[in-house]
């Protein structure tokens, strides 16, 4: 079955710029995540779907980060406006059951 | 608050030597437990998974990770470590809260097996 696709697959832009990365889960998954993976450190999970409804989104910063999954299948995740801090590796992952499954991520660099 | 702890943030090994990797949790409820692996310029794959039963998992690739409740661990071992396995792991666990699997990892190890 194809896997998790997200895109872009990097992205460098700056500061005060805005930015929008795309998910398209495995099919029939139900749950959809984004994780934040900065260098060094482990993923940090900012959204989950259930569906197209949003279940925890306690650790997205609500003022520049936004999420959106219509009709339940593919999602974007939109910063703006970028601080450098926000230099890292955007997963997405879904998942059908206790699994979850992790897309190749986009690589962000803010200069 | 929930975490979880990865004793070792970079471990150097030649090949046939055995590997353990430590991870330690915070969580005094039921868990799911995880470790994923990311070789060098791919995406996070799941190794090994524990939900109930047999506190002893066995994964791909001839890895294993034992579960002891009364430590809070869930250790990943391999007897015998080859070239190939170089990469990153990372260990994880789903906190039973509400019903929704959230994610929970380690800031992973890094493995550089040498020849």
């Known amino acids: 079955e194809a896997g998790v696709a997200q895109s872009p697959r990097y992205k460098i832009i700056e500061k005060r710029q805005s930015v929008a990365f795309w998910c398209n889960p495995i099919s029939g998954h139900a749950t959809l995540y984004w994780y934040q993976q900065i260098l060094g450190q482990g993923p940090k999970l900012l959204i989950q779907?259930?569906?197209?409804?949003?279940?925890?989104d306690s650790q997205l910063p609500k003022d520049r980060f936004s999420a959106e999954r219509l009709k339940g299948v593919d999602s974007t995740l939109k910063i703006q406006p970028a601080k450098l801090e926000d230099s890292a590796v955007y997963l997405c992952a879904s998942s059908g059951g206790d699994t979850q499954y992790f897309g190749p991520g986009t690589r962000l660099t803010v200069l | 608050a929930q975490s979880v702890s990865q004793h070792n943030h970079h471990v150097i090994l030649s090949e046939a030597a055995s590997l353990e990797l430590g991870c330690n949790y915070s969580y005094g409820g039921t868990v799911n437990l995880f470790w994923y692996v990311q070789y060098p310029g791919q995406h996070l794959q799941l190794l090994l998974k524990y939900f109930s039963g047999d506190p002893l998992v066995k994964g791909i690739k001839g890895f294993e990770a034992e579960f002891i409740k009364s430590k809070f661990s869930f250790n990943l071992r391999k007897p015998s470590v080859q070239w190939s396995d170089t990469a990153e792991y990372f260990c994880a666990v789903t906190p039973f809260s509400g019903g929704y699997n959230k994610l929970i990892f380690g800031a992973g190890t890094r493995l550089a097996v040498h020849p």
């Open positions: 779907f259930q569906n197209n409804g949003v279940v925890d």
